[in-house]
């Protein structure tokens, strides 16, 4: 009966590919809740021959697991996907008076701690993939905890995808590479997007989907947008180049 009951349990939470639990920070008394999807392919993941990670930051107010269409396309090209829920209702309410970005750092500096947090913790529990070579998903205030995190010299950032985040520079550094997928309703604050030689310089690619906007951009988005950010992180991923992106 004990060993019914376990795989009951386990059939509650895992669903195909995709596992959903709460992951205790004890050193802060924080329960993280996360989804994790696995790669399409497990078996291609080893010791040896780690396969990619990708950490998913939502936007602000919308749900961690509301970004299948780019959990699928990511599991497919080889990522684990630890998409994870930053905002939790003991946390004060996002900041939306006075300098944003001082009185929001509050939030980006607790997110950028709970993903360095979870890159220790999963680490040694999943020795088959690379932690050690993270990229970073975020959408809004998702991606400026992943810009925070970016600015922050953590030798395991390689890369960051944002999805029109607006606040938190993009890190200019040669070790990380960026694409930054824009909405065409609401412009990022001065100083966020590189310049033009910025982007040569540091590897940025930045890339605006005319008439898509900054709200729609997760699963409850129009199908239309979710398969152009679907198909240029598929792209960016499989090193298509920034122009060629931009014409597709």
Known sequence: MKYLKTILAVSIFVVGAVSAEEIQDKSRNRTIPVEISYPSDISNCTVENKCPVAFLSA??????????????????????????????????????????????SENWIRGAITLSFLKDKLESRYPNYAFNELLLVGHSNGGDISAWLGNKDKPYVK??????????????????????????????????????????????????????????????????????????VKSYISGVGCNEQSKA
């Open 59 to 104: 936007g602000y107010g919308v749900a961690h697991t509301k970004y299948t269409f780019l959990t699928e396309q990511l599991s497919e090209l080889g990522y684990m996907v630890v998409a994870i829920r930053h905002e939790l209702p003991e946390d004060p309410s996002l900041s939306i008076e006075g300098n944003l970005f001082e009185t929001r």
């Open 159 to 232: 890369s960051i995808i944002t999805l029109d985040h607006r606040r938190v520079p993009l890190p200019r550094k040669k070790e990380i590479s960026i694409l930054s997928i824009r909405g065409s309703d609401f412009p990022a604050d001065d100083g966020v997007l590189p310049t033009v030689q910025e982007s040569t310089d540091y590897d940025i690619c930045v890339i605006e989907i005319p008439e898509s906007k900054h709200n729609d951009m997760s699963d409850d988005g129009p199908a239309w947008l979710k398969e152009k950010i679907a198909g240029l």
